[in-house]
């Protein structure tokens, strides 16, 4: 299925919801309410992206470099971050929406427990098409049915690899994988799936699995290369009344009365700080000056197990996981992190001209994986504003004593298993952020409840990864599909409450 632009919507059009952003919260919320029969309206300030068209016949995978120049460039796309993630969709374990003590500090609770969540993973992975199983996996959550699809077969030296790590003594679990691999599927499982562009449309990501079909339901306007201003809110600030949109260098003014705010970080936060009235003057859900606050994520290293003396074929690697030290370690009572593959990329272009050989020959002889802890986030973490922008990000507290014992629980056990592995002891990326509007139920320290429903304001909600109290050790990104759908039914069931029931009129047609 080919998707287009649709014609330019006028602003004094009716929509029961508008929707800022399609990345996977965006994305997902769309697509249930425009299942629901609501009509919605989604802004994305990018444009669709596709393969060059000079590239005859099509590759299967484009590095981001190679389409935006860097892994650090804005995404301003249909689907957002998603155009590039690695499709881990994993559900986070009972303990994360719960205080958990750390070495250094506090993982905070959630409003919201496992439980209340469940119901909406399990839809989320059938909306994601996510391969997976629970075996070798001690923290994996009980579920109430199993993975939609089986996990994706390990392959060459993963499975290699595998083997000997199960037989060293060592619990190894399939990375639940959102793609198309089924009889008529798209998926070929190629290596290439982290940091690049799937040309076959075989990766799920939020364009795929969420904008697509709510486009087909008829009840979506995505409107293209259309940048949110503002939030707009009625006189006395209890309420949203609209989204003030540039297109085209044109200012519009859409009326709404529920608005979803789902631009990622930091964008979320800045366009709440930038529709800021004399009724909220630091922004809005910003009255106790928690708007930024509470940064975290996941404290990232990489390591890179030797395994052949040749050059590594490309294959499918991103398959496997060891998460057995999710709750604690040999030697360490506290949460300690996950180890995972990872999609091969050729990092070492980003490597000095001195580096460069040595990571090119690293990369061709090694898997490629990566270590994740959790992050901690504080109030003192965070954005830091100056009028409408940006002035500074604190980092928040990243865990380095949980990063280092991870880091050497993973040589150790590559080691075990008979591999040399080079993992350089240096400061953790942080990957997978969360927080800066995040979910509670008291306003003081919290900017939404646990609907997503910004505080005190009627009808104004978030709907992504700031939103999220804590990142727990494992990939967010089906958490906040889970999340999305919830506060979708939230909103549907209040607007049916609202009355609102007729028949919505289909949306404008494609160009």
């Known amino acids: 299925m080919s998707t287009q632009m649709l014609a330019g919507a006028p602003a004094d059009s009716r929509y029961d919801a508008i929707v800022v952003g399609t990345g996977l919260g965006g994305a997902s919320l769309a697509l249930r309410l425009s299942q629901a029969g609501r009509r919605v309206l989604a802004l994305e300030q990018g444009g669709f992206l596709r393969p060059p068209a000079s590239d005859l016949p099509p590759k299967t995978s484009y590095f981001i470099n190679d389409m935006l120049g860097s892994r650090e460039a804005p995404i301003n796309l249909v689907g957002g971050r998603t155009k590039f993630y690695g499709a881990a969709l994993y559900r986070l374990r009972p303990s994360d ?4 003590q750390h070495r250094v500090g506090v993982s905070p609770a959630w409003p919201i427990t496992y439980q209340d969540l469940e119901p909406y993973y399990e839809q989320a992975e059938a909306l994601f ?12 959550p009980q579920r109430r049915s199993p993975f939609p699809w089986p996990a994706i077969e390990h392959q060459s030296w993963a499975a290699t690899l595998v083997g000997r790590l199960k037989k060293s003594g060592t619990k190894v679990a399939s990375i639940p994988t959102a793609i198309d691999y089924r009889d008529g599927g798209a998926c070929v499982l190629c290596s290439r799936c982290d940091a690049h562009y799937c040309a076959l449309d075989a990766k799920m990501d939020a364009e795929i699995a969420a904008i697509r079909p709510a486009l ?3 009840n979506l306007t995505l409107l293209t290369d259309a940048k949110c ?6 006189a006395d600030g209890a309420r949203t009344i609209g989204v003030l949109v540039r297109v085209d260098g044109e200012d519009r003014t859409y009326h709404c009365d529920t608005v979803a705010v789902c631009a990622g970080l930091p964008h979320s936060a800045r366009l709440l700080r930038r529709s800021r009235t004399a009724r909220h003057p630091d922004g809005l859900g910003n009255k106790n000056g928690v708007l930024g606050r509470y940064l975290g994520g996941h404290s990232t290293g990489m390591i890179f197990p030797i395994v052949s003396l040749g050059t590594i074929k490309d294959f499918q ?7 057995e030290f999710y709750e604690s370690a040999p030697d360490w009572p506290y949460p300690a992190g996950v180890i995972q593959a990872v999609g091969q990329f050729p990092f070492w272009n980003e490597a000095s001209r001195v580096m460069r050989p040595i990571a090119k020959f690293v990369g061709a002889h090694s898997l490629m994986c990566c270590y994740m802890a959790e992050a901690l986030p504080t109030r003192d973490a965070g954005l830091i504003f100056d009028g409408d922008d940006i002035k500074t990000t604190i980092m928040p507290d990243m865990n380095l004593e949980a990063f280092e014992k991870l880091r050497r629980l993973a040589v150790d056990v590559f080691r075990r298993a008979g591999y040399f592995s080079l993992a350089r002891k240096r400061e953790p990326y942080l990957w997978h952020e969360i927080g800066s509007a995040r ?12 609907t997503l429903r910004v505080h005190d304001i009627d009808g104004l909600y978030v709907v992504d990864a700031s939103v999220l109290p804590s990142a727990g050790a494992v990939n967010t990104g089906l958490t906040i599909i889970a999340l999305a759908l919830r506060t979708a039914d939230a909103i549907a069931g209040k607007l049916l409450a ?6 919505i009129a289909k949306s404008a047609p494609a160009r």
Do not use: C, W, Y
């Open 97 to 100: 929406f719960q205080e958990v």
């Open 129 to 140: 098409r996510v391969h997976g199983a629970t075996g070798g996996d001690p923290s994996e």
């Open 439 to 450: 979910m509670g139920q008291d306003a003081h320290n919290s900017v939404v409840d646990p």
């Open 216 to 218: 087909a339901t008829g």
């Open 498 to 503: 609202a009355g609102r029931t007729e028949p």
């Open 317 to 323: 690697a991103k398959t496997f996981a060891i998460n």
């Open 229 to 234: 201003l503002k939030v707009l809110t009625s």
